[in-house]
């Protein structure tokens, strides 16, 4: 039987995941903070400022994240230099980090994770009037929906 590299069992371990931040060579302030209501143990937030105006907040469950990677140096991100969590190496690292400390990396979480996304925007009080997030029944979120409410194909 033929044994595989690190390399190799790590590509294996990341399909099926997507980064946060999703632009390499980015990278977020990633923490482990205990849940508020106490139903899961804890959760992991993954912060980016992207502008002085523009930061976004993403929170996962524990359970979806399947890797962090923190570089050695966040202006030269190399993921051949840095440190990997993997599986119990990753919870080890959680537990340590618990409320205490953040770092600086990037985090492959499960595509379908269920997730939360908290965005803060600097701008005008008419930007802000003007601003609405996507609606349920907007056609560029609900785009499977094919009858929109109050119009149906064909006669009526």
């Known amino acids: 039987m033929m044994s595989k590299?690190?390399?190799q069992l790590r590509a294996m371990a990341l399909s099926g995941t997507i980064s946060i931040p999703p632009r390499f060579p980015e990278l977020a302030t990633i923490s482990f903070e205990t849940c508020d209501d106490g139903t899961h143990p804890m959760l992991v937030v993954a912060h980016?400022?992207?502008s002085p105006k523009l930061s976004i907040?993403?929170?996962f469950f524990p359970i979806d994240v399947k890797s962090l990677f923190v570089p050695k140096s966040t202006t030269d991100?190399?993921?051949?230099k840095g440190e990997w969590f993997e599986g119990v190496q990753l919870g080890q690292k959680a537990n340590l980090m618990l409320d205490r400390t953040k770092v600086e990396g990037i985090l492959f979480v499960r595509e379908q994770a269920q997730s939360l996304l908290e965005m803060e925007a600097g701008m005008t009080a008419?930007?802000?009037a003007?601003?609405?997030p996507p609606l349920?029944?907007?056609r560029s979120v609900n785009h499977y929906n094919m009858d929109p409410p109050g119009k149906t194909a064909g006669c009526h």
């Open 5 to 7: 590299s690190p390399t």
């Open 48 to 50: 980016q400022k992207l």
């Open 57 to 59: 907040k993403r929170t």
């Open 77 to 80: 991100v190399d993921f051949e």
């Open 126 to 128: 008419a930007e802000s």
């Open 130 to 132: 003007e601003f609405y």
């Open 136 to 138: 349920p029944e907007d």
